[in-house]
């Protein structure tokens, strides 16, 4: 009898002490991200919140980087809806190889490197299908960390604000480079220069390769024969960003021409490709890494780290997106009607830069407005100061982002009388 008790009442406490176990468990628990804080809102996708929770009939979004029509609604190319029929319902939904669609990275190396590339031919280049330029940019920061983990990389001040999150969550360290020059709202040339050559022998450095994102400022092809000459001086290493390739001119060759001026220097490049802007292919995540290297056995040595950097990451890249870009790339008729389709868009953007600057001009603005035709590809590094874009949206419901960014894309027909007059306003 008394051993049953002392059963009953190790049971009891043995319970308890689960019991007791269990809630300091729970509380335990509940404290693990107790620590976490709400992260700061992205510039870019803050404006646009911003902008749908105003209800004044006269607001304007100039801050998306997407492109939209003359009546500010978004655009699906001719030349993508009819790869979407060719291929609906003919292929199956199976894995693409870690490195994506073999198809998709051949076309897409013969629109940077050129239809007759000797890297293409010779097989000199490493390349992999990407998460958009976002994830070939990412691949890379953390190719580079792996194998040159001392190494560090130049940015340009200023620049798409995500490469510094890219990289710095690669753990790379990041070094600034001159860029914009203000006071002509172009480019610092002789900055820049300073940087080249004052940066230590063999450095990496960030290029954007056409339509500077955010001044749509480019150097011109004889300050870019400048760059390559200094770069090779010094044994640097570019990487090439170029997510608006055909969008900035109308003219993919043209929109190459840094590359290709690099690559006739003898240079071993780094390039990361998308389709967001020059297809329109914003949600599908298309694009490319590719890395030129010495020779095939090189090229497929990287090529397989690449891959088994992609592997933890995302282990295989979407492949609907893949079949488009290849389905028009890789038909004559098709690729014709794209080239004439982005023509169209890079047109429009061009002639909305036109009327903005003789709106502004019309109002009798004491200031010169002639960087807005000057600048090129999607956005215009306007000039204006945080204060006075914070009046733009305070008073007249234009939103952008704080640093003066307009998108051109949001220009329209029917609103660029109102903007111009607006930017007039605040900026007397």
């Not at 940015?155 to 360290?173: C, E, F």
């Not at 870009?325 to 794209?338: A, C, Q, T």
């Amino acid at each position: 009898m008394a051993f049953c008790k002392a059963m009953a009442l190790g049971s009891t406490r043995q319970s308890s002490s689960r019991t007791a176990s269990a809630v300091a468990g729970v509380r335990f628990m509940s404290s693990w991200w107790k620590s976490v804080q709400p992260a700061a809102k992205d510039p870019i996708l803050g404006v646009t919140e911003a902008f749908l929770a105003d209800h004044s009939p006269d607001k304007v979004n100039v801050g998306v980087g997407a492109y939209r029509d003359d009546n500010g609604k978004p655009v699906v190319l001719e030349c993508v809806r009819e790869a979407e029929r060719r291929i609906a319902g003919n292929l199956n939904m199976e894995y693409l190889p870690m490195g994506g669609s073999m198809k998709m990275v051949e076309e897409t190396l013969k629109l940077a490197y050129g239809e007759n590339s000797e890297f293409i031919r010779d097989k000199k280049i490493a390349a992999v299908q990407a998460l958009s330029g976002t994830g070939a940019c990412r691949l890379f920061a953390d190719f580079q960390k792996r194998f040159l983990p001392d190494s560090q990389i130049y940015i340009p001040i200023p620049t798409w604000s995500n490469h510094h999150n890219i990289w710095r969550d690669a753990h790379v360290a990041q070094k600034t480079y001159h860029y914009y020059k203000p006071e002509s709202r172009g480019l610092d040339f002789a900055g820049l220069m300073d940087d080249i050559k004052n940066a230590p022998n063999g450095s990496f450095f960030l290029l954007h390769a056409c339509a500077h994102n955010p001044t749509g400022v480019d150097p011109t092809e004889e300050q870019w024969k400048e760059i390559s000459h200094q770069f090779k001086d010094k044994g640097h290493f570019a990487f090439f960003d170029m997510a608006y390739q055909g969008f900035a001119s109308g003219d993919p060759e043209r929109d190459a021409k840094s590359i290709r001026i690099f690559l006739e220097d003898g240079h071993q490049i780094g390039i990361a490709q998308s389709y967001a802007k020059n297809m329109g292919l914003y949600g599908q995540r298309v694009g490319c890494l590719s890395v030129v290297c010495e020779d095939e056995k090189q090229a497929i040595a990287v090529k397989s780290q690449l891959q088994q950097l992609a592997r933890p990451m995302y282990s295989n890249p979407p492949v609907h997106g893949a079949l488009i870009v290849s389905s028009i790339l890789g038909d004559p008729d098709l690729k014709k009607l794209w080239l004439k389709e982005v023509k169209v868009m890079a047109d429009r953007i061009i002639g909305m830069r036109t009327a903005l600057r003789e709106n502004l001009e019309k109002l009798g603005s004491p200031l010169s407005w002639k960087h807005v035709t000057d600048q090129i590809g999607m956005f215009c590094y306007s000039g204006m100061t945080p204060e006075q874009v914070d009046r733009l949206t305070n008073e007249y419901h234009i939103y952008m982002t704080r640093n003066g960014r307009i998108s051109m894309a949001g220009v329209t027909t029917g609103n660029v009388g109102y903007l111009a007059r607006a930017i007039h306003e605040v900026t007397k």
